[in-house]
């Protein structure tokens, strides 16, 4: 049974750093990818990484404040988020893909995870 559990959301000042974490089991993934959803919008990708050799992509407007990293070993893909602003408010999905392919497609991904909560107070 495939199992994605997300941890390390909470209520931060803009300018602050969070960090996300995202423990799977269960399967093994090729890709895995964070999404956020504020209220009112849809859901919007934000990161994805492959497993086998860490090449990410990223929405452009987190980069350069966002990572997003894997652990092979704890099977943990984590989302470093810097220089938090309002707009990245939202809750955060983690999701995985048995395929090794980068995509910024939500119907791309196989699993997902329950989401954490992220509010960024100005």
């Known amino acids: 049974q495939v199992q994605l559990v997300e941890s390390g959301g909470g209520l931060v000042q803009a300018g602050d750093s969070l960090t996300l974490s995202c423990a799977a089991s269960?399967?093994?993934?090729?890709?895995s990818g964070w999404f956020r959803q504020a209220p009112g919008k849809e859901r919007e990708f934000v990161a994805a990484?492959?497993?086998?050799?860490?090449?990410?992509d990223y929405l452009d407007s987190v980069k350069g404040r966002f990572t997003i990293s894997r652990d092979n070993a704890k099977n943990t893909v984590y989302l470093q988020m810097n220089s938090l602003k309002p707009e990245d408010t939202g809750v955060y999905y983690c999701?995985?893909?048995?395929?090794?392919?980068?995509?910024?497609?939500?119907?791309?991904?196989?699993?997902w995870g329950q989401g954490t909560q992220v509010t960024v107070s100005s």
């Open positions: 269960g399967d093994t993934f090729g890709a």
């Open positions: 999701a995985a893909n048995r395929a090794p392919w980068l995509s910024r497609a939500a119907n791309r991904f196989d699993s």
């Open positions: 990484i492959l497993w086998s050799v860490g090449i990410a």
